[in-house]
């Protein structure tokens, strides 16, 4: 899988949970993540490959199953890495690039849907900053709806407990309440 998103969203947390979760289940894996400016808002990318004996820690082209995506533009970065195949799960969340025009969800579909019909759009940024009152849980509530939709297949357990693992005590009460709350709204459908 490939989480793309600016600097700021916690792809290498998110990232570092995921493989707690892997390792947790016995599984081979690689990570690698691309953050040139993360820190000035830029884009940022982490890789994450997990199966049976994996030798490359980058996702090749067109070789995603999943595509999690933090920032909605972002998803036309990751289509090197897409293919019929490919899941996208996208949080709608948009942040204006300066000196550009910002692209509507309809311009992004239309793209994306040239690669995949395989396209969830979650208003995970809105639900968390409404539910919970932070923005920045949107990514450990995207990457639980994930594994409650069984997008990655990890245990929802597996999850929990690297969530408990990764996170420092300070913020841990609210992003196991992001994970409530992807399972809750799971229970819906």
Known sequence: MVIVGTGGQGQITLLKILAEACLAENYDLKTSELHGLSQRGGSVEAHLRFGKKIF???????????????????????????????????????????????????????????????????EATTICKKELGKEVLAGVYLISLAVFQNLIPLKPGSLFLAIKKIIPEKYLELNLQAFKLARASEAVK
């Open 56 to 122: 490359s820690p980058l996702v090749s082209q067109a070789g995603a199953d999943l595509i999690l995506v933090l920032e909605s533009q972002e998803a036309l970065r990751a289509l090197y890495y897409a293919c019929s195949k490919t899941q996208f799960l996208i949080n709608k969340y948009f942040l204006p690039i300066p000196g550009e025009a910002l692209l509507s969800e309809n311009q992004i579909l239309k793209n994306l849907k040239k690669f995949t019909k395989k396209i969830d759009i979650v």
